[in-house]
């Protein structure tokens, strides 16, 4: 399900880039100014592309919804998880022959904060 949505919403985002770059500029920025015939009027806000421009962004703003909420069904988890995992082996040395051949005594606290703590 989250992947057929997934795509549904790829394909209309792309229909909606597509209706938008297909609209004709009205002069002004963000629709601020232009002529009296612009969007506003009897005229525009019955153009298809205009009318297109806004169905396909409220399937966009559903479809976001609706992936939002299969994306909590699927992960299941209620709480946040804080708690670290102390069970994890500490990282190799970084000589890649080892501090038997270095001289030096391998360290012998499991836990990779303890020397930090001292």
């Known amino acids: 399900m989250f992947l057929f949505l997934t795509v549904v919403q790829a394909i209309v985002a792309a229909a909606l880039v597509g209706v938008i770059l297909m609209q004709r500029s009205e002069g002004g920025g963000l ?3 232009g002529s009296p015939s612009g ?5 525009g806000a019955a153009d298809f592309l205009t ?3 806004k169905w396909l962004a409220v399937l966009f703003v559903i479809l976001s919804i609706a992936l939002a909420a299969v994306a909590v069904e699927t992960t299941g988890s209620d709480a946040i998880e804080s708690t670290l995992d102390r069970s994890v082996a500490p990282a190799a040395p970084a000589d890649p022959l080892g501090p038997a051949t270095t001289g030096e005594a391998a360290p012998t606290s499991t836990d990779p904060l303890g020397d930090a703590t001292e």
């Open 31 to 33: 629709g601020i100014g």
């Open 39 to 43: 969007m506003l009027s009897a005229r």
């Open 51 to 53: 009318r297109s421009t």
